[in-house]
Each structure stands twice: as structure tokens, then as C-alpha cells.
């Protein structure tokens, strides 16, 4: 079974940092496009950044250029996700996604396996 578990999240104070987690079980994450989402209340789901399978390149939104970064580590079969400088407007749940051609991007279509979310409140 595909699966994808998140986790890392909770609350931190602005201008704080937290890192979100992504371990995929039953397959290899090496081939694949990794993507993380975030959707707040309210508001539509935003891309925030991805690595390419095809070219290991990271992109990330320009709304979190800068203070995001996304790695992999193969050996964990897990992606990371670095958050610092975190601002209240940060606040939402956070995805990670698979895209199994390897491409990935930031609208979400190209995305096949979705985990379950983990909540980030920035907040003092």
C-alpha cells in the first residue's frame, strides 16, 4: 500500500522555525516528483515547493522563497520540509505529495498520492 505520513507540525511563535517530515511507505520516493501543499481555512490549497526526480532540482512558491527548503533523504526514504522565519500568514495544514512521472510542479493536478496533513500554527 502506498503511503505517505507527515508530521512535524504544532505551534510556533512568528519568526520561529519547524521541520515537517514526509516518510513514504511501500515504495521508493528516489523516482518520483515530491511535492508539499498547504491549505488554511478558508483558502485554497497553495504549492509551496517541490523537488523534480528528473533533474533533483527544488522549486519553491515565491511566498516562502528564502525561508523554505525542501530535502531528501534517500537512506530514510523521507523528504523534509525546512521551515524558518515563519509568519502568522504560514498558518495552515501542510501536504506532501507524490508525482509519480518525476516532474512535479505547484498546482497539485500532477500529484497521485496525497498524506494526511499536519497542522502548522504560527501564532504568539
Known amino acids: 500500500q502506498l503511503q505517505l505520513v507527515e508530521s512535524g507540525g504544532g505551534l510556533v511563535q512568528p519568526g520561529g522555525s519547524l521541520r515537517l517530515s514526509c516518510a513514504a511507505s511501500?515504495?521508493?520516493?528516489?523516482?518520483?516528483?515530491i511535492g508539499w501543499f498547504r491549505q488554511a481555512p478558508g483558502k485554497e490549497r497553495e504549492g509551496v515547493s517541490y523537488?523534480?526526480?528528473?533533474?533533483?532540482?527544488?522549486y519553491n512558491a515565491d511566498s516562502v522563497k528564502g525561508r523554505f527548503t525542501l530535502n531528501r533523504d534517500y537512506a530514510k526514504n523521507t523528504v523534509y520540509l525546512q521551515m524558518n522565519s515563519l509568519k502568522p500568514e504560514d498558518t495552515a495544514v501542510y501536504y506532501c505529495?507524490?508525482?509519480?512521472?518525476?516532474?512535479?510542479?505547484?498546482?497539485?493536478?500532477?500529484?497521485?498520492?496525497w498524506g494526511q496533513g499536519t497542522q502548522v500554527t504560527v501564532s504568539s
Open positions: 523537488i523534480s526526480s528528473i533533474d533533483s532540482n527544488t
Open positions: 511501500g515504495f521508493t520516493l528516489d523516482y518520483y516528483a
Open positions: 505529495a507524490v508525482d509519480v512521472s518525476g516532474r512535479g510542479g505547484l498546482l497539485g493536478g500532477e500529484y497521485a498520492v
